[in-house]
């Protein structure tokens, strides 16, 4: 009577699962990867003033990077990038009403696409990333400077974008 009680709730076990899913097949039939070039439609993020090279260069370049742990240069799939819009601003003040911090975001519309397979896996308009920095010394962080905030930005979305469509979790 025990046993076949065991074996019934190993069963029942087996059946219902815990609910957990595990995705480390996330898109196992692809491949490769090619990275659309980056169209930028907002003119304050146009070039890199130090080095003259153009930010859709760069964050293709950047990006490019990132999904190469996972996937080589090819047609498996395809990842279309418009920079829609990059704001800076001041987000905090010291008593002179100078800035000493701020915000700077880009807003992306994204298309993430299977082409084994003929179908969209992910879509979004307005996706939003922000970079927070000093720019004066004494606030906890070293200051940065725009170009610095700049690279720094682009490095977290090609860690992001890849963590949100190369790995699921």
């Given at each position: 009577?025990?046993?076949?009680?065991?074996?019934?709730?190993?069963?029942?076990?087996?059946?219902?699962?815990?609910?957990?899913?595990?995705?480390?097949?996330?898109?196992?039939?692809?491949?490769?990867?090619?990275i659309?070039?980056?169209?930028?439609e907002?003119?304050?993020?146009?070039?890199?003033?130090s080095?003259?090279?153009?930010?859709?260069?760069?964050?293709?370049?950047s990006i490019?990077?990132?999904?190469?742990?996972?996937?080589?240069?090819?047609?498996?799939?395809?990842?279309?990038?418009?920079?829609?819009?990059?704001?800076?601003?001041?987000?905090?003040?010291?008593?002179n009403?100078?800035?000493?911090?701020?915000?700077?975001?880009l807003?992306?519309?994204?298309?993430?696409?299977?082409r084994v397979r003929?179908?969209?896996?992910?879509r979004?308009?307005?996706?939003?990333?922000?970079c927070?920095?000093?720019?004066?010394?004494?606030?906890?962080e070293?200051?940065?400077?725009?170009?610095?905030?700049?690279?720094?930005?682009?490095?977290?979305?090609s860690?992001?974008?890849?963590?949100?469509?190369?790995?699921?979790?």
């Amino acid at each position: 009577m025990k046993l076949s009680f065991f074996v019934f709730l190993c069963f029942l076990y087996y059946v219902s699962g815990c609910g957990y899913v595990s995705t480390t097949d996330y898109l196992n039939h692809i491949e490769s990867i090619t990275i659309s070039p980056v169209v930028i439609e907002d003119p304050d993020f146009t070039y890199q003033r130090s080095t003259g090279r153009l930010y859709d260069e760069i964050v293709r370049e950047s990006i490019t990077e990132s999904f190469e742990k996972k996937w080589q240069d090819g047609n498996d799939s395809q990842l279309d990038i418009v920079v829609v819009d990059y704001d800076l601003r001041p987000i905090n003040f010291n008593a002179n009403n100078q800035p000493t911090q701020l915000q700077m975001k880009l807003t992306i519309d994204y298309t993430f696409t299977d082409r084994v397979r003929n179908k969209v896996i992910d879509r979004q308009d307005n996706y939003i990333q922000i970079c927070e920095f000093y720019i004066v010394q004494g606030r906890g962080e070293p200051p940065e400077t725009l170009e610095e905030a700049r690279e720094r930005l682009i490095q977290e979305l090609s860690n992001d974008f890849y963590s949100m469509l190369a790995e699921q979790w």
